[in-house]
């Protein structure tokens, strides 16, 4: 397996320099659409959709023809058996180019890539161009010397233009620009003088707004003022109201306090006048139930004094049952039983 190189660098969007072992070339496009050229004079044209896997890639000669045709990726590779024309081995050769043609191609190449190399260190996308455009018309000079049976040049000078590019657009961006210093210093200015006129209006419009609030505030006062006015005044009608209604309360509610007293000691002069008369009737009614009692304690005693009992000459207690009494027992009143006792069983 022999030795191969390849770098890839990125010089502007969509634009890279590719650097192999035996060739330099620059290819320019966007995601789907390509074109790459190189030292070699070959083209590369590859035109896809991308997340499909379907591409067109076409390679061919500059001032030669296409080498290779459209693919598909997904699709399987078979060769069809078609019926072609018969190929021409000897394309006709495209008339010679002068001498001075090709030393005016040579001449304006060379200005034109001196000055794109130039204007590499303001503007890389501009240097690019004009510098491919250069590269363009050096080679499309070579394939015409080819055409016209002499030797073309090498490329060697490709590598020379690609690392002084290269170093050229690296150099222009580490190195600081006069003019865009100037006009940054200039935006920085117009942007401090907008940033203090900004200021100075939004000052205005604070101390207007402040103006504008403090006034309202004073009629606020004003309008505040007259409504605690109005509030006391009627604070005060409302309390000499409250107080004659109160004075008329209280004279009503010592009337009727008067009133309730005559009525109250009215009430306690019949009630004491009911209570005698009750108290009255009460001890007659305890008098006469006295009497009533006596009279039955009397009616009782004299019962009791005559009622019959039965006791034994040598017993200690008096019987209201015979039987009780025993064999000895004899009949006699209550006031014959002297200090015995009553039975237990039968008094």
């Not at 397996?1 to 320019?28: C, D, E, H, L, T």
């Not at 080498?67 to 590779?77: I, M, S």
């Not at 495209?94 to 190399?117: E, F, H, N, Q, Y």
Request: charged share 25%; net charge positive.
């Amino acid at each position: 397996m022999g030795f191969r190189f390849r770098k890839s660098f990125k010089i502007a969007p969509g634009v890279r320099v590719n650097v192999g072992k035996k060739s330099i070339g620059i290819s320019a496009g966007v995601k789907g659409a390509r074109v790459s050229v190189n030292s070699s004079g070959r083209k590369t044209t590859t035109v896809g959709i991308p997340g499909t896997g379907l591409s067109y890639q076409k390679t061919e000669k500059i001032g030669g023809h296409a080498a290779t045709d459209k693919h598909d990726q997904t699709a399987p590779e078979y060769t069809p058996t078609v019926d072609l024309p018969p190929i021409d081995p000897q394309p006709p050769r495209p008339p010679r180019t002068p001498k001075g043609t090709l030393t005016l191609l040579k001449v304006l190449a060379v200005l034109l890539i001196a000055m794109s190399l130039t204007l590499t260190l303001a503007s890389v996308v501009g240097g690019f161009i004009g510098t491919a455009l250069g590269c363009f018309i050096l080679y499309y000079r070579r394939t015409r010397i080819a055409w016209n049976g002499d030797k073309p040049p090498r490329c060697r000078w490709m590598v020379v233009v690609a690392v002084l590019f290269v170093l050229l657009a690296v150099g222009g961006k580490a190195s600081p620009d006069p003019a865009a210093d100037a006009t940054a210093e200039q935006t920085v200015q117009a942007e401090q003088a907008a940033a203090e006129q900004a200021a100075k209006e939004q000052a205005e419009k604070e101390a207007a707004e402040k103006a504008a609030a403090e006034q309202a505030a004073k009629e606020q006062a004003e309008k505040e003022a007259a409504e605690k006015a109005a509030a006391e005044q009627a604070a005060k009608e409302q309390a000499a109201k409250e107080q004659a209604e109160k004075e008329a309360a209280e004279k009503a509610a010592k009337e009727q306090a008067e009133k309730e007293a005559a009525e109250k000691a009215a009430a306690e002069q019949a009630a004491k006048e009911q209570a005698e008369k009750e108290a009255a009737e009460k001890a007659a009614a305890e008098q006469a139930a006295a009497a009533a009692a006596a009279q039955a304690a009397q009616e009782q005693a004299a019962a009791q004094q005559s009622e019959t009992v039965y006791i034994t000459p040598s017993g200690k207690r008096w019987h209201r049952s015979a039987s009780c009494a025993g064999k000895n027992a004899r009949e006699v009143t209550m006031d014959q039983v002297g200090n015995r006792t009553p039975c237990k069983k039968c008094a």
